[in-house]
């Protein structure tokens, strides 16, 4: 009775930071997409595309685009700064934080405009939030360009 206990307590930890995971994958994206006051169409495809790609298509597009909304609603409600501290809580490891910054450098490569203040600015927020330095920043962004640019 006491391991069965265990394990669903073990389990439910597991789903719950399953959970927080995906939520800081999201929000990265969300963040690196509002940066210039707007979420475009295009933005919002590319989020749910590389995340859904980073896990190899095991969440559904659907299930992640309900994340989208409510990670928007959350950045609307509670700003920012809010969001970016929330990163490292739900992102646990620097591993899950590298795959974080992926998704916001795709978001900013699909945005084409990555010179730009906001988005730049944007960019060392996310990543200092990730605690991610600007070298290791600038090699993860180079392996997302090689991938994303047109």
Aim: with cysteine; charged share 35%; hydrophobic share 45%.
């Amino acid at each position: 009775m006491f391991r069965r206990r265990e394990r669903k307590r073990a389990l439910e930890r597991e789903i719950e930071l399953t959970a927080m995971t995906l939520q800081g994958f999201v929000d990265a994206g969300v963040l690196m997409a509002a940066a210039d006051g707007e979420i475009t169409a295009e933005e919002y495809d590319q989020i749910a595309d590389v995340i859904s790609g980073f896990l190899d298509n095991r969440v559904g597009n659907s299930q992640i685009r309900a994340i989208i909304n409510e990670s928007v609603e959350m950045l609307e409600e509670q700003g920012a700064d809010a969001r970016l501290d929330a990163l490292n809580t739900n992102l646990v490891t620097q591993e899950l934080r590298e795959v974080a910054f992926q998704v916001a450098c795709a978001v900013l490569v699909a945005d084409g405009e990555y010179g730009e203040d906001d988005e730049g600015e944007a960019y060392d927020e996310i990543a200092d939030a990730l605690e991610i330095d600007q070298d290791r920043a600038q090699e993860l962004f180079d392996e997302v360009g090689a991938i994303y640019a047109d």
